[in-house]
């Protein structure tokens, strides 16, 4: 059976929970609770479909909360899921009200990368940016490489080349943004920007390393800092 759940477009500035709300408004989002654990909603602006997966009826009724602004415009709705807070729906009202949310976002997540990297301990050869967007999924990430890995790559497989190929270093090396939460604001965007918003995410927080953090780590002479799109 498909449980509905409904989420006002309007109603009084605050925050709320499910069981707060009113359910009977003809301007709502709807979502959807599948018996396999899948919820999915349309967004309202543009009808795109968003799902997610191994949500339970006690966690949507539970922990999900709406809030609305001071016109009392549905800004976001936000549910708990593997003991954090995810987005689920944010109100963007135009392409530049989107840039600002993912300007926001990167400013936000080239941080926590950046203080991530330079953790670090042993000198670095490389440092990447992989990112990947399939109009759905997205995924950006920094993968660091040392002088140490660089070296083992290079001998495998006899070609200098092959030290700057991200997916030859060890997956631990790994850092992800918070891509979940970019997932949802580009598909809440218009959907012809959607890809150069994604361009952009990629290009912000990028540049932001390159400027903060480059000259601070330490790096062999002849570091190099990639940024590459994968499959």
């Known amino acids: 059976m498909i449980k509905k759940y409904i989420i006002p477009s309007n109603y009084k500035c605050g925050i709320y929970s499910l069981g707060e709300l ?29 799902s997610f997966y191994s949500v339970t009826e006690d966690m949507l009724e539970d922990t ?32 530049d009200d989107a840039k600002n949310k993912i300007l926001d976002f990167c400013n936000d997540n080239a941080n926590i990368l950046s203080e991530k990297i ?6 670095y050869a490389r440092l990447f940016i992989e990112c ?14 040392t002088e140490k890995e660089m070296k083992e790559i290079i001998e495998e497989y006899g070609d200098e080349s092959s030290a700057d190929n991200s997916g030859d270093y ?3 090396n790994r850092i992800e943004c918070d891509n979940e939460t970019l997932r949802i ?8 920007a959607r890809y150069e918003l994604y ?11 390159k400027e903060h953090i480059l000259d601070m780590i330490d790096k062999t002479d002849d570091f190099d800092f990639i940024c590459e799109e994968y499959d």
Do not use: H, W
Not at 23 to 42: A, C, H, P, Q, R
Not at 186 to 191: E, S, Y
């Open 22 to 50: 009113p359910n009977d408004k003809d301007d709502s989002i709807i979502f959807y609770l599948e018996e396999m654990e899948v919820l999915t909603y349309f967004t309202p602006n543009y009808k795109t479909e968003v």
């Open 64 to 95: 999900l909360t709406a809030a609305y602004n001071d016109s009392g415009q549905l800004e976001y709705i936000k549910m708990r899921m593997d003991n954090e807070e995810k987005l689920l729906y944010i109100n963007l009202t135009d392409i």
């Open 118 to 123: 330079l953790r670090g301990k042993e000198k």
């Open 132 to 145: 990947y967007y399939d109009g759905d999924a997205v995924n950006i990430a920094a993968k660091t490489g």
């Open 170 to 172: 060890p997956f631990k």
């Open 185 to 192: 604001i580009l598909l809440c965007a218009p959907p012809d």
């Open 199 to 209: 361009k952009f995410a990629v290009a912000t927080i990028s540049g932001y390393i």
